[in-house]
């Protein structure tokens, strides 16, 4: 996960002992659904697990214009992130990138807020 100024981006890899498969197929992001209660919204990812890369804590304290707070729960095949808006946010806009000639080599779900 990488927060930006104005959003935030979740990248996506292979399990452990699929990489070949992940980068030799058509690498894309899990299967995903978002819905919003009160001021959070709320990101199913299914088919996914949290990286042990990906520090947690880090994001206790996160410095972002527009999220409050994220959250990160893992189930046996879905991972839900619920990330708490602060007032200010309006708008979003939720897109997919996959790897292509722009550089990236992950698929990743890009969240923007404003």
Known sequence: ??????????????YEGEEAD??????DIPSTTVNFIDNNMIIELKESKI???LD????KDINQAYVDSI???EFEDRVIIS???NDTTREY?????IPDESGEDLPFLNIQLR
Not at 1 to 14: D, H, P, Q, T
Not at 22 to 27: G, K, R, V
Not at 56 to 59: E, H, Q, W
């Open 22 to 27: 992940f980068y030799a197929a058509f690498s």
């Open 51 to 53: 990286s042990e890369e």
């Open 56 to 59: 947690l804590d880090i994001l």
């Open 93 to 97: 806009l939720l897109y997919k990138r």
């Open 71 to 73: 959250d990160f729960k």
């Open 1 to 14: 996960m990488k927060v930006e100024r104005n959003g935030l981006k979740i990248y996506f890899s292979a």
């Open 83 to 85: 990330i708490g808006l």
